[in-house]
T-cell receptor, first 113, second 114 residues
Framework: EAGVTQSPTHLIKTRGQHATLRCSPISGHTSVYWYQQALGLGLQFLLWYDEGEERNRGNFPPRFSGRQFPNYSSELNVNALELEDSALYLC????????????FGQGTRLTVV | GENVEQHPSTLSVQEGDSAVIKCTYSDSASNYFPWYKQELGKRPQLIIDIRSNVGEKKDQRIAVTLNKTAKHFSLHITETQPEDSAVYFC?????????????FGKGTSLLVTP
């Protein structure tokens, strides 16, 4: 069974540009979480999608947005990129079952120059 | 929202010693507490989890304890080995509307020296 996959693996953008990151959850998982992992800041919760709807978002500005498609894959969009957006962006998926493990993808390393 | 505090941020132990990482959470409704291990350059992976109806859980050299009254939980690694060196994250989750949100601590970088 394939795990959570993210694309691209690496992404380099210039300040002010737009970035799109993609995540394919494990088959059968309906929930997708996005986290930002910047150096020294741990895993910062960004967004949570389930059944196509945004369920919750972390303390990030509106230029961070996303969506979930009917096949449960998800997309994270970051507008007006800033240097401090450089980080590893991790996606995790889990089934809509109480108290279950979240499985992480390998991440997308975004570098803003 | 839920706030998860994790201590220490770095921990260095000698091989064979024990390591303890502690976390506190703020939302008393949280009822799921996983621990993830992230090796350098790799994705976080679950190593153990505990639910609020249990006070302690053990899996070989790893154990987790939960004190719901005090709202803290801890990870204990005994007989540490160099391959235990990694960043460890605690998390707290709860049923929110129709699903679960999962909030992580800032991580503990564990170094086990031979």
């Amino acid at each position: 069974e394939a795990g959570v996959t993210q694309s691209p693996t690496h992404l380099i953008k210039t300040r002010g540009q737009h970035a799109t990151l993609r995540c394919s959850p494990i088959s059968g998982h309906t929930s997708v979480y996005w986290y930002q992992q910047a150096l020294g800041l741990g895993l910062q919760f960004l967004l949570w999608y389930d059944e196509g709807e945004e369920r919750n978002r972390g303390n990030f500005p509106p230029r961070f947005s996303g969506r979930q498609f009917p096949n449960y894959s998800s997309e994270l969009n970051v507008n007006a990129l800033e240097l401090e957006d450089s980080a590893l962006y991790l996606c995790a998926s889990r089934p809509q079952i109480l108290n279950t493990e979240a499985f992480f993808g390998q991440g997308t390393r975004l570098t803003v120059v | 929202g839920e706030n998860v505090e994790q201590h220490p941020s770095t921990l260095s132990v000698q091989e064979g010693d024990s390591a303890v990482i502690k976390c506190t959470y703020s939302d008393s409704a949280s009822n799921y507490f996983p621990w993830y291990k992230q090796e350098l350059g790799k994705r976080p992976q679950l190593i153990i989890d505990i639910r609020s109806n249990v006070g302690e859980k053990k899996d070989q050299r790893i154990a987790v304890t939960l004190n719901k009254t005090a709202k803290h939980f801890s990870l204990h690694i005994t007989e540490t080995q160099p391959e235990d060196s990694a960043v460890y994250f605690c998390a707290a989750g709860k049923n929110s509307n129709s699903g679960y949100a999962l909030n992580f601590g800032k991580g503990t970088s564990l170094l086990v020296t031979p």
